[in-house]
Protein backbone atom coordinates (compact mmCIF):
# COMPACT_ATOMS: atom_id res chain seq x y z
CA UNK A 1 0.00 0.00 0.00
CA UNK A 2 3.19 2.57 0.68
CA UNK A 3 4.19 1.96 -2.45
CA UNK A 4 0.69 2.77 -4.46
CA UNK A 5 0.81 5.79 -2.06
CA UNK A 6 3.91 7.29 -3.20
CA UNK A 7 3.06 5.99 -6.93
CA UNK A 8 0.51 8.07 -6.71
CA UNK A 9 2.06 11.24 -5.30
CA UNK A 10 4.48 11.08 -7.53
CA UNK A 11 1.72 10.97 -10.39
CA UNK A 12 0.07 14.15 -8.84
CA UNK A 13 3.39 15.75 -8.82
CA UNK A 14 3.65 15.15 -12.41
CA UNK A 15 0.09 16.44 -12.64
CA UNK A 16 0.73 19.93 -11.09
CA UNK A 17 3.92 20.23 -12.37
CA UNK A 18 2.46 20.14 -16.01
CA UNK A 19 -0.52 22.49 -15.14
CA UNK A 20 2.55 24.62 -13.70
CA UNK A 21 4.41 24.49 -17.00
CA UNK A 22 1.21 24.97 -19.21
CA UNK A 23 0.51 28.60 -17.06
CA UNK A 24 4.30 29.24 -17.68
CA UNK A 25 3.97 28.57 -21.20
CA UNK A 26 1.19 30.49 -21.93
CA UNK A 27 2.80 33.43 -20.37
CA UNK A 28 5.86 32.93 -22.27
CA UNK A 29 4.72 32.23 -25.56
CA UNK A 30 5.11 35.28 -27.29
CA UNK A 31 8.68 35.39 -26.14
CA UNK A 32 9.52 32.81 -28.59
CA UNK A 33 10.93 28.98 -27.73
CA UNK A 34 10.84 26.26 -29.84
CA UNK A 35 7.58 25.17 -30.45
CA UNK A 36 7.32 28.56 -33.33
CA UNK A 37 6.52 26.15 -35.87
CA UNK A 38 2.81 25.64 -34.32
CA UNK A 39 -0.07 27.59 -34.07
CA UNK A 40 -0.84 29.00 -31.37
CA UNK A 41 -4.20 27.45 -30.65
CA UNK A 42 -2.85 24.22 -31.48
CA UNK A 43 0.04 24.99 -28.69
CA UNK A 44 -2.86 25.63 -26.07
CA UNK A 45 -4.87 22.64 -27.30
CA UNK A 46 -1.74 20.07 -26.84
CA UNK A 47 -0.77 21.09 -23.91
CA UNK A 48 -4.32 20.82 -22.25
CA UNK A 49 -4.24 17.37 -24.00
CA UNK A 50 -0.93 17.11 -22.30
CA UNK A 51 -2.80 17.90 -18.70
CA UNK A 52 -5.62 15.66 -19.46
CA UNK A 53 -3.43 12.37 -20.11
CA UNK A 54 -1.71 13.16 -16.93
CA UNK A 55 -4.99 13.43 -14.94
CA UNK A 56 -6.22 10.16 -16.94
CA UNK A 57 -2.93 8.47 -15.25
CA UNK A 58 -3.69 9.78 -12.12
CA UNK A 59 -7.36 8.43 -12.62
CA UNK A 60 -5.72 4.78 -13.07
CA UNK A 61 -3.43 4.69 -10.18
CA UNK A 62 -6.73 5.90 -8.20
CA UNK A 63 -8.90 3.00 -9.51
CA UNK A 64 -6.02 0.52 -8.88
CA UNK A 65 -5.69 1.75 -5.12
CA UNK A 66 -9.36 1.17 -5.06
CA UNK A 67 -9.47 -2.06 -6.09
CA UNK A 68 -7.06 -3.01 -4.08
CA UNK A 69 -8.64 -2.00 -1.09
CA UNK A 70 -11.84 -3.50 -1.66
CA UNK A 71 -10.34 -6.63 -2.90
CA UNK A 72 -7.98 -6.62 0.61
CA UNK A 73 -10.72 -5.29 2.92
CA UNK A 74 -14.19 -6.04 1.57
CA UNK A 75 -13.03 -9.60 -0.44
CA UNK A 76 -15.31 -8.66 -3.44
CA UNK A 77 -13.51 -7.18 -6.58
CA UNK A 78 -15.24 -4.93 -8.68
CA UNK A 79 -15.46 -6.39 -12.25
CA UNK A 80 -15.03 -3.16 -13.88
CA UNK A 81 -11.67 -1.96 -12.61
CA UNK A 82 -9.61 -3.67 -15.64
CA UNK A 83 -11.27 -3.11 -18.23
CA UNK A 84 -12.01 0.83 -17.35
CA UNK A 85 -8.29 1.21 -16.25
CA UNK A 86 -6.98 -0.17 -20.05
CA UNK A 87 -9.30 1.48 -21.63
CA UNK A 88 -8.06 4.87 -20.23
CA UNK A 89 -4.73 4.15 -20.72
CA UNK A 90 -5.06 3.62 -24.58
CA UNK A 91 -6.86 7.33 -24.23
CA UNK A 92 -3.56 8.41 -22.03
CA UNK A 93 -1.26 7.24 -24.52
CA UNK A 94 -2.92 8.74 -27.21
CA UNK A 95 -3.67 12.08 -26.09
CA UNK A 96 -0.50 12.28 -24.53
CA UNK A 97 1.45 11.21 -28.48
CA UNK A 98 0.40 14.37 -29.75
CA UNK A 99 1.98 16.63 -27.04
CA UNK A 100 5.67 14.42 -27.04
CA UNK A 101 5.23 14.98 -30.74
CA UNK A 102 4.89 18.74 -30.23
CA UNK A 103 7.83 18.59 -27.65
CA UNK A 104 10.31 16.09 -30.24
CA UNK A 105 10.30 13.36 -26.99
CA UNK A 106 9.43 10.27 -28.75
CA UNK A 107 12.25 7.89 -28.58
CA UNK A 108 14.09 8.18 -31.86
CA UNK A 109 17.43 6.02 -32.75
CA UNK A 110 20.02 8.38 -33.36
CA UNK A 111 22.91 6.17 -34.20
CA UNK A 112 22.03 6.07 -37.88
CA UNK A 113 20.68 9.28 -38.70
CA UNK A 114 23.71 11.28 -37.49
CA UNK A 115 26.00 10.14 -39.96
CA UNK A 116 23.82 10.53 -42.58
CA UNK A 117 23.83 14.30 -44.73
CA UNK A 118 21.60 16.77 -44.08
CA UNK A 119 18.83 15.99 -46.95
CA UNK A 120 18.65 12.35 -45.66
CA UNK A 121 17.81 12.76 -42.36
CA UNK A 122 15.12 15.02 -43.88
CA UNK A 123 13.76 12.51 -45.80
CA UNK A 124 14.28 9.73 -42.78
CA UNK A 125 12.12 12.28 -40.44
CA UNK A 126 9.15 12.41 -43.13
CA UNK A 127 9.56 8.53 -43.38
CA UNK A 128 9.32 8.34 -39.38
CA UNK A 129 6.75 11.19 -38.87
CA UNK A 130 4.26 9.18 -41.54
CA UNK A 131 4.72 5.55 -39.91
CA UNK A 132 3.97 7.56 -36.80
CA UNK A 133 0.17 8.70 -38.51
CA UNK A 134 -0.09 4.89 -39.67
CA UNK A 135 0.26 3.52 -36.19
CA UNK A 136 -1.65 5.99 -34.36
CA UNK A 137 -4.61 6.04 -36.93
Known sequence: VKSILFFLSQVGQLCIGKVINFLAELKDQNKGGRNLRYPKCWLLINNAIAIISGALILLIGCIAVMESIIRGFFARPTLWSMDISLYLLIW????????????????????????????TRRILSIIGYISQVQISV
Not at 101 to 114: C, M, P, T
Open 92 to 119: ALFLGSAYSFQEKGHVAVDLIREKCSKK
